[in-house]
């Protein structure tokens, strides 16, 4: 079977981590199978529907390193590919079913409408349409579309029959006909409604899998009464399971971040943010978490995609997406932090030669301490922001400052400043190994004080990086004044040691 699948967003702004899953799950099914990957673009909403948003779609998209084969803007033999070009196919399908009598026009008012609607409520029944204008003559409805009455099309429903199909995630579902009613499937203004329009293009764009997200399952008897009213052989459904909050309730704004767009621009990898959509509701096997793209594709399975609704763990997100930093190489994790650093002002706009081997030295060093991407702006600060009057009294940092002795190691290490300068590993180790046997301190005796008289914290970059990085970035050119060590320890000592 050849595997044809759609991802069909509506282009009304960035895309959401529900719609994203989605697209994910679509396109490990696809590129497992060998298959064709189509991206639709659902533009009936003509009010909130923009180009730009369809762009964000694309960009969104490319971010994340999902690929399609078809679409508005590679095209392909099943185009168009947005619904707001394919108005005459709708049309013509719409018109077939109307000719043998699967269809029919309503002319009810919208105040007809709601006053059925109340009255149902009232009764304590469902609100389902009285089918008024079904018995409406052949004569009556040409009458009334001559003299321009607006009119809907709705789909007539069949009567007592249940519609049933297997899911591949949520098994054999049924859902009675009675409940659905006749249900508007061309509005009065001649756009169609979405369970219809959608039929038509997934028929017609040969899909072979529809996989969505389980808010569609009220969507999908309807949609399979149109496949079977045309005849038509009906796709394989995957309704996949929705994703809440640590609360458990439907993921939203209140939640936090909740657009791809979001994510990126916190300072997320597009690598751990994959990796991570991919465990909302599916797993690889016992253990494995952390997976490439390329192993994703090989283990993925629509069959072991679990029903039960996923929970979004930012901590688990920060986990990945720290795991992904920490394996980067230091040229690449350089060039992914210095744009964040221009904006922030802490780089300028062109870097010499010397900003990009000390940038990557720093990106070296700082790795280990990053969960995203964003979070260098807080780590910069280490090297250009330095005030003892912050070591608050009665902390741990203050009590390791003004230990006795302390006052003198500092000396000593400004002495050894002066004769092994620390520019770079090497000469710092030596630098130390120096200062160790002077002072007669090693370990935390020696290097607690050292940290705290240097960054003011008692944790943080491994000195071995952080003060040859502080030697050679006090001499760059940069729009912010990196503190060498030797000016940090002359403001510890006029602070504590008068």
């Known amino acids: 079977m050849t595997v044809r699948v759609r991802f069909a967003p509506s282009p009304t702004g960035h895309l959401h981590v529900g719609n994203v899953r989605t697209a994910l799950f679509n396109w490990l099914y696809a590129r497992k199978q060998d298959g064709t990957v189509i991206l639709r673009i659902e533009d009936t909403d003509l009010e909130r529907s923009t180009i730009e948003s369809e762009q964000m779609i694309f960009q ?36 077939q079913l109307l000719d043998e009598g699967k269809a029919y026009y309503c002319f009810c008012t919208p105040e007809e409408l709601e006053a059925e609607r109340v009255k149902a409520a009232a009764e304590n029944r469902p609100p389902k349409y009285n089918r008024k204008c079904l018995s409406l003559t052949e004569a009556e409805v040409n009458e009334k579309l001559a003299s321009g009455i607006p009119a809907s099309i709705r789909f007539k429903t069949p009567d007592n029959e249940t519609v049933f199909w297997y899911d591949i995630v949520k098994g054999k579902t049924e859902i009675p006909t009675d409940v659905i009613g006749d249900q508007i499937i061309v509005r009065a203004s001649g756009v169609p409604r979405y369970n219809f329009a959608v039929v038509i293009d997934d028929h017609l764009m040969e899909i072979s899998h529809i996989v969505r997200g389980d808010d569609h399952v009220p969507n999908t008897p309807l949609q399979l009464l149109i496949f079977r009213a045309f005849g038509w052989e009906e796709p394989k459904f995957a309704h996949l399971s929705m994703i809440v909050g640590e609360d458990h309730a439907r993921l939203s704004k209140r939640h936090g971040a909740t657009s791809v767009n979001q994510f990126r621009e916190q300072g997320y990898l597009h690598e751990a943010f994959i990796n991570y959509l991919a465990l909302l509701g599916w797993s690889p096997g016992e253990g494995e978490e952390k997976l490439q793209v390329d192993k994703l594709i090989e283990k993925f399975s629509l069959k072991k995609v679990n029903s039960s609704p996923a929970v979004f763990d930012v901590k688990k997100l920060n986990w990945l997406n720290a795991g992904y930093i920490h394996e980067l190489d230091d040229e690449k994790l350089a060039n992914l932090l210095i744009p964040v650093l221009q904006d922030g002002g802490f780089l300028p706009g062109e870097l010499t030669k010397s900003i990009k081997t000390w940038m990557i030295q720093y990106a070296s060093a700082v790795k280990t301490n990053l969960v995203t991407i964003n979070d260098v702006l807080n780590e910069f600060k280490l090297l250009t922001e330095f005030e003892p009057s912050a070591i608050e009294s009665g902390s741990e940092e203050y009590t390791i400052i003004t230990e006795e002795g302390v006052g003198k190691l500092i000396g000593q290490l400004q002495d050894e ?37 240097v960054t003011g914290r008692l944790s943080g970059m491994e000195l071995d990086f952080l003060i040859p990085l502080l030697e050679t970035g006090s001499k760059l050119d940069l729009p912010v004044k990196i503190l060498p060590l030797d000016e940090r320890l002359n403001r510890i000592r006029k602070h504590f040691f008068k």
């Not at 971010?63 to 707001?84: A, I, V």
């Open 417 to 453: 400043i002066g004769e092994i300068p620390p520019v770079d590993k090497d000469k710092y180790r030596e630098m130390m190994g120096s200062l160790m046997s002077k002072a007669e301190r090693k370990g935390k005796k020696l290097f607690h004080p050292i940290r705290i008289a």
């Open 60 to 95: 969104d998209m490319e971010w994340l390193g999902l690929d399609w084969d078809e679409g508005p803007d590679k095209g392909g033999e099943f185009g168009p590919y947005r619904q707001s070009e394919r108005q005459e196919i709708y049309a013509a399908h719409a018109q």
